[in-house]
Structures are given as structure tokens and as C-alpha cells.
């Protein structure tokens, strides 16, 4: 079905050019005011979200002219927004990440034509122009041209570190469009979060559940947003403008790499660019440093690059090749446990993918080819090697199996209500088809509770004794309040 045609993405363009030549600043604040307001820019963004989402949340096409019609990006929406919790390596050990619906993705997408219009972005960004592979390539070049004196410049806490109330003096948008699609504070949050994956963090998973969307909250930009790596790379473009012009500087999102040819040159333009960090317009951001000394492998964006006989050698950082390497065993795990011909597929067809699609993310690295090809060929061996058949006086009719559960009342209401989500959702009117995109669902986004009664009901039943869990809700609260907090149980 084509929802767009070529005479309105010819309007958008031209509104979009007609705020770029605009001489004045409010004569290109009208016009940004016209692009915003126009129905074609609203729709074709409402297309390119729907693209971008993942297909089972993706509403249906017809209903795309509808939904742009019903934005205005000077009220948003109160569509709701789903909250995760992504492992990282340092402290908190985590990050709050959102999964927008269509309306809010709509949204996004149309200020962020209008940012890439109107933004000045440092020459060696790449979060939004050219990507991993194009900061990689340049790294490359760099070295082998003799700038082998590296800092790398991480932003600890980045998009929640922008002052909201700061954003409306440095982007080209209405401060009511700012408020609404690009900042945190207005959105539509349930309480609680779904962990995606565990990481080191695991100890502090009771204290998130109350806390993360507390502080998502409060501060900053979403991570998740599609206008929020534009509007980071925007905001430490500004700052990448006091670097003087001593070496080459490499930024992708809120990592910069500094390359000198010497120790005094790195050194000055690390200066001066934690200095213009420090005091940024937007907000204090803090960097962290990661120095490399000449001859030492440098790691930057999950890659290491190792000079040597003149080239430079790049592969997968170690944490990187150990998360795939472990995700391979699983899924091959997967594949041999499976018994049927049709599962036997999906599993293959899913690990074929996924090898695929790292190996595609790190194309750049020597051997690559190599690590596919022998992932790809364990896959097909292991999908190759029969099962072990059942007897014949128990192999079943089909390969439909049976699975009993004995629910408590409170249990079987929410079985139920799940089931009956998923088969609105899915538009299947099968239960078993139901509960398979529920555990989909949780396999791939993992557990999380729609409010705070959920998340204490299900702690409660893991601890099964009132005092532990009274005291560590107890100790939570105190956390979140900063205050001491007693309960008292009536005799």
C-alpha cells in the first residue's frame, strides 16, 4: 500500500529548504512552525515510524493517515511508553531505555527532519552520518597517518545530564515542540521496567524497579528517541569546537577519540575539550578517559585496532566476541534440544540471523569472514544431526505435546487477561497462539510489571516471609527518599 506520494514528499522537501535559506531567525521560525503543522510532513513521518518499529507493535498501514492527522508536536501525546533496563559495564550498571509507540515515534521523526536541516554538526560525527563503520575507517586512516598518541572521552550519563529548561536556547524548534517531543518529563511512564538482559547490576534489580523510571522522569532526553542521538551529537558538537587543531578528533554519540603525534598535542586537546564539557550551555557533562600510549591496541566502539608492518589490524573487542560466542552456544543448545521439523527451522533460521547480523556490524574486522563462515557451518552441522527418534509404540500422532498448570485464582485472572491481550494484539483467536507471543514477548523485551502493586506482589511471592520483605521495601524507600523509614504491623 503506498502511503506517501511523490508530490508530498516533494512539499516536504521544499518546506524543509524554504527554513534552511530562511535569512532571518524568525522567518525561519515560521517556516520550521509551517513544516510542523503540514500534514504531508506529519504523514510521511508517521511512515518512516512505522518502518522503524518492531513488526508485531507496528499498527496497520490504512490507519497511518489517521494517526497523522491526530499529531500536534506542540501538545504530544499521552500515548504510554514502555521502560527497560539495559546492562552496562559501569556504575549504575544500567541504563533506562524507552520503546516509543507510533504516535510518539511519529513525533520524533518529524522534528528530526527538521533538525538535520537546520543543526551544524561537527565534520567527524558519525552517530547519524555514516555510523560505526565510518568512525572505524577514519580511526584506521588516522593511525597509519602517524597520530598515535589516543584518548578516548566518554560522557558518563549522557542524555540525562542535558538541563531540560536549557534545550530551548540551543535547538532551532518552539520550547512547547522541545517540551513535549524531545525531553523526557512529559512522557506518558508506567512504574516499573522490563530487564532486557542481565548484566553486572543484578544486585540492584529490586532498587530499579521503583527507581529507574523515577529518574527517567526528572531529566534529560530519551535514550531511544529517534531525534535524541541528533540532538547529543548537536549539543557536543558544541563543545568539539574548542578543541584546537592539534590532531584528528573521531565522535560517534557521546564517545570522542583525541589522535596526536605527540603526548603535549593529545594532552592539550583532552584539556580543552573536558574544560568545554565541564562548562557546556546545556549542562555540566562529565567525561571519563581512557588514555593509549603509542604501540598499545586502542578499543573504541566495541573494536580494537592494533598497528602493525604499517597496517591495522581491527577485531572485535573482547567483551564483544564473548557475548557472541556465548549467544552462538545457546542457540546452537536451542537447535539440538528442538525436536520437530518446524522448530528445528526457526531455531536455525534465527541463529543464521543473528551471525548474520553481528558479523555485518563488525565487517570491518580481519577474519570476519572466518567467523561466519565457521559459525554458519556449525550451525548447519548441528542442524543436520537427526534427532533421536521416539519409539514407535509412544511417538505421537502429531508433534502437538501437553503441558498442565495449577493456578491460584489471582494467578488464572492474570493468565487469563494476558491471553486475551495477546490474541487482540496478534489477531489470532488460538490460546496457544496467544501464550506463545506472550513468551516471545518476554524472551526477547523480558519481565516487567504495568505498576507498582505488580512489582509488589511478585517480590512478595519470591520472598515468602513478611518481615524480609517488608524490610526491603523499606530499605528501597529509604534509598528514594533519602529519609529513614519504620513500618509498624498492627497485633
Known amino acids: 500500500m503506498k502511503i506517501v506520494n511523490q508530490t508530498q514528499i516533494d512539499h516536504v522537501g521544499k518546506l524543509l529548504r524554504r527554513a534552511c535559506e530562511a535569512g532571518r531567525v524568525n522567518q525561519r521560525d515560521y517556516r520550521v512552525c509551517q513544516y510542523l503543522n503540514s500534514f504531508d510532513a506529519k504523514l510521511h513521518a508517521a511512515l518512516e515510524a512505522h518502518d522503524a518499529m518492531r513488526p508485531h507493535r507496528r499498527p496497520d498501514k490504512a490507519k497511518l493517515k489517521a494517526i497523522a492527522s491526530s499529531l500536534d508536536p506542540w501538545k504530544g501525546t499521552d500515548e504510554p511508553v514502555l521502560v527497560h533496563r539495559m546492562p552496562k559495564k559501569s556504575p549504575p550498571y544500567y541504563r533506562t531505555v524507552f520503546e516509543f509507540g507510533i504516535q510518539n515515534r511519529a513525533l520524533q521523526y518529524l522534528v528530526r527532519e527538521v533538525l538535520i536541516a537546520l543543526l551544524e554538526l ?164 562529565r567525561p571519563s578517559l581512557r588514555n593509549f600510549a603509542p604501540g598499545e591496541p586502542i578499543e573504541f566502539l566495541g573494536h580494537r585496532l592494533t598497528l602493525c608492518n604499517g597496517g591495522v589490524r581491527t577485531e572485535p573487542d573482547d567483551d564483544n566476541r564473548r557475548k557472541f560466542e556465548g549467544k552462538v552456544k545457546r542457540k546452537l543448545a536451542r537447535l539440538k534440544l528442538a525436536k520437530s521439523a518446524g522448530a528445528r527451522r526457526r531455531c536455525l533460521r534465527r541463529l543464521e540471523d543473528y551471525i548474520g547480523s553481528w558479523t555485518a556490524a563488525f565487517a570491518l574486522c580481519d577474519d570476519i569472514e572466518g567467523i561466519r563462515s565457521d559459525c554458519l557451518a556449525r550451525a548447519q552441522a548441528q542442524f543436520k544431526e537427526v534427532p533421536k527418534p521416539t519409539s514407535e509404540e509412544k511417538k505421537p500422532m502429531n508433534d502437538t505435546t501437553y503441558k498442565t498448570f495449577k493456578l491460584h485464582p489471582d494467578q488464572k485472572e492474570i493468565v487469563e487477561a494476558a491471553l486475551e491481550y495477546a490474541k487482540h494484539k496478534s489477531g489470532t483467536q488460538f490460546d496457544t497462539v496467544a501464550l506463545e507471543y506472550v513468551c516471545q514477548e518476554v524472551m526477547g523485551s523480558g519481565l516487567s510489571y504495568s505498576d507498582a502493586k505488580s512489582a509488589l506482589t511478585a517480590e512478595y511471592k519470591k520472598t515468602g516471609d513478611l518481615d524480609q520483605f517488608l524490610t526491603k521495601v523499606a530499605t528501597h524507600v529509604e534509598e528514594i527518599t533519602g529519609k529513614s523509614v519504620q513500618i509498624v504491623l498492627g497485633v
Open 122 to 285: 561537527h565534520p567527524n560525527q558519525y552517530a547519524t552520518r555514516g555510523g560505526v563503520h565510518a568512525a572505524i575507517k577514519q580511526t584506521k586512516q588516522a593511525l597509519i597517518d602517524g597520530y598515535l598518541w589516543a584518548v578516548e572521552l566518554d560522557i558518563e550519563n549522557c542524555y540525562p545530564s542535558f538541563d531540560e529548561s536549557k534545550l530551548a536556547d540551543l535547538l532551532p524548534l518552539p520550547k512547547e515542540v522541545i517540551d513535549h517531543v524531545i525531553i523526557s518529563r512529559s512522557l506518558n511512564l508506567p512504574l516499573g521496567f522490563s530487564c532486557i538482559e542481565d548484566g553486572p547490576g543484578d544486585d540492584h534489580e529490586d532498587h530499579i524497579i521503583l527507581g529507574a523510571v523515577s529518574t527517567a522522569r526528572h531529566g534529560g532526553i530519551p535514550q531511544g528517541s529517534a531525534a535524541s542521538p541528533l540532538v547529543a551529537e548537536a549539543m557536543i558538537a558544541m563543545a568539539l569546537e574548542h578543541v584546537p587543531s592539534l590532531g584528528v578528533i573521531i565522535a560517534y554519540a557521546d564517545n570522542v577519540l583525541l589522535l596526536a603525534k605527540s603526548k603535549s598535542d593529545v594532552e592539550c586537546m583532552t584539556k580543552a575539550l573536558s574544560a568545554a564539557l565541564e562548562g557546556h550551555p546545556v549542562g555540566r557533562l
